[in-house]
């Protein structure tokens, strides 16, 4: 077994420690640390990746889901800002299977539920403005299929801009890539006898209100 697949995932995590107790119990050389409470409505959908690919037709549709929870930011300096969020939110989506020679396609509507932390730099290139750059690591609470959805860790890049409406209230829009597995199931093509594996990640595009004390 090879050790630098299993060291850069140590690597990473502890970087990811790092981050996050920056954040929570920062320095104040620079300004003082801002906490606040942030909410919104997504919408997200699961990308599904079906192997053997060319058997059987699958189709993917959004779902209407939420975040809310709590945000504190650390600024850096005038044009950086360091922060980090605990959040509930809910994302999945509609999707459907239907392997050839099936008397039916498979149709589902997944609702994932999960207790995220995302963690993130704002870059301010322009007064009021900002580019929000970061990662979210989430654990799955539950989740309207438990038997496709046996994955509790979910891992996402961040990207979005914000806009600062007033020294208290923040807009946001972020989309959210997850990167790993969340779930997984089975299928056998009924006219070749070939047995499939369909697999899922997350997507999602957030839009919030922060409200800063």
């Known amino acids: 077994m090879h050790p630098f697949p299993l060291c850069n995932l140590k690597i990473l995590k502890w970087g990811f420690t790092?981050?996050?107790f920056f954040i929570l119990f920062p320095c104040s050389s620079y300004a003082q640390t801002y906490f606040g409470f942030k909410a919104g409505p997504?919408?997200?959908?699961?990308?599904m990746t079906k192997i053997p690919s060319e058997?059987?037709?699958?189709s993917l549709g959004q779902l209407y889901g939420f975040q809310a929870g709590m945000v504190v930011e650390q600024p850096i300096n005038g044009h950086l800002v360091l922060g980090a969020e605990l959040l509930g939110a809910m994302k999945g989506g509609q999707w459907s299977l239907d392997p050839i020679g099936t008397p039916g396609a498979l149709e589902f509507q997944s609702e994932l539920y999960y207790l995220n932390l995302p963690v993130f730099l704002r870059l301010i290139p322009i007064e009021r403005w900002s580019l929000d750059v970061g990662l979210e690591g989430?654990?799955?609470l539950g989740s309207s299929e438990a038997a496709l959805f046996m994955e509790r860790a979910d891992?996402?890049?961040?990207?979005?801009?914000?806009?600062?409406?007033?020294r208290s209230f923040l807009a946001s829009l972020r989309y959210s890539l997850g990167n790993v597995r969340?779930?997984?199931g089975h299928f056998v093509d009924e006219e070749t006898g070939i047995n499939g594996v369909y697999y899922f990640r997350t997507r999602s595009l957030q839009l919030s209100v922060a409200y800063f004390w």
């Open 55 to 58: 058997f059987g037709d699958s």
């Open 42 to 47: 997504n919408i997200s959908h699961l990308r």
């Open 18 to 20: 790092a981050l996050v």
């Open 138 to 140: 989430g654990y799955r």
């Open 182 to 184: 969340v779930g997984e």
């Open 155 to 166: 891992f996402s890049w961040l990207l979005g801009a914000s806009f600062q409406i007033s």
